[in-house]
């Protein structure tokens, strides 16, 4: 038995799609366990670039089973639009699975996602895809519908009908007016494409547990996008630490060996909130531009700044984290000096831990800790040895302060750029 967990260790695009789908070639199965798709997953397998938002990244490993699980909550139409998309690439989907107890992001989610946000005078961020909205529903245990109701027609255009009907007078107010009948057509021919995938996943997966099965629970997101505990209210819809993995697949905790925490070489964010170290010059510029820091869903511009180890001690409290795996330090070659924060300066007192108090985060300075950069290209590296001094020393650093050993390092985003420690 050995169930692994690889979550993001900072605001999300540290690169945790190539690192499911590299790691999935030692595991049998792989699990999505929360988010929707306003996560973004990219592969890039000999030159040709995948983007996945719903389907977990293992696809492409056909001997492998993949699972959408109960965490997540599934636009079908989009899943649909994936599916055809890997279809016409020449690749079969008789590997995926989706949860049976999974929640659908529906029309007046999507409705309602972009009322609320056009309503904020405060932006959150929302990347307009329904996801709160579904969540909502969910946890409001009614006028929902799961998986388990798109196995038949009748079941699928009955709470299609009750839902537009209980809510048709808050519905017309937020300019939301579609037809029954167009939905549900709409709806209908998703349910056909995906219907045979939907099935019982927690049973299975914990048999498969039971056999010996190697398990890899892939999350969507990053730490501090956490609704409980990241930087709320600028935050996702669901819980994205690696406890939501055991929750969001319907195994307990005793299934759990290991914990990978992706990182990123440097800090980047989407969207807004609170971002300690972030680079408001023409070194962040440079970041995101070497770095092509740009959103895999809404392909909006991230934030760049340093890597920030303060957040990435927390993370590793939050998850339980055993390894590391470090990305896109290739980015970081032809920088003179670099920084690494290691202390937040609030209200003048220094600290090493990441408050909790949202207000206190809007005064930290960053108290940093300088490194001497390298010129190299680093791309075709292979082995670690063949890695720069300097740029050794700042992975050493990282290893070091958070008391971690580091599994992999990126040096570019293919499958073969990849070194293995």
Known sequence: MSGTIIVGTQFGDEGKGKFVDFLTEESDIVVRFQGGNNAGHTIVIDDETYKFHLIPSG??????????????????????????DLEKRGHKIDNLRIAGNAHAIMPWHIAIDSYEENLREDKIGTTGRGIGPAYMSKT???????????????????KIRSILDNNKDYFNRIG???SADEIIEEYIKAAEKIRPLIFDSSNFINHELDKGRKVLFEGAQGTFLDIDHGTYPFVTSSNTVASAACAGSGVGPGRITDVLGIMKAY???????????????????????????????????????????????HSKNLNSLTELIITKIDVLSGFDTLKIC??????GKETEDFPGDPYALKDITPIYKEFKGWDEDITAAKEYDSLPDNAKEYIRFISSYLNLPIKIVSV???????IVL
């Open 176 to 178: 939301f007016n579609g």
């Open 267 to 313: 800090t980047t964010r989407v969207g807004e909130g609170p971002f300690p170290t972030e680079l408001d010059d023409d070194t962040g510029k440079r970041l995101r531009d070497k770095g092509h820091e740009y959103g895999t869903t809404t392909g909006r511009p991230r934030r760049c700044g340093w890597l920030d180890l303060i957040m990435l001690n």
């Open 342 to 347: 290691t202390g937040y300066m609030i209200n």
């Open 140 to 158: 409001g245990r009614s006028d929902t519908i799961r998986m388990y109701d798109f196995l038949t027609d009748k079941s699928l255009s009955d």
């Open 59 to 84: 696809i492409l490993y056909e001997d492998k089973t993949v699972i959408i699980g109960s965490g997540v909550v599934i636009d079908a139409k989009v899943l649909c639009e994936e599916i055809e």
């Open 412 to 418: 570019g985003p293919k499958r073969d750029q990849t």
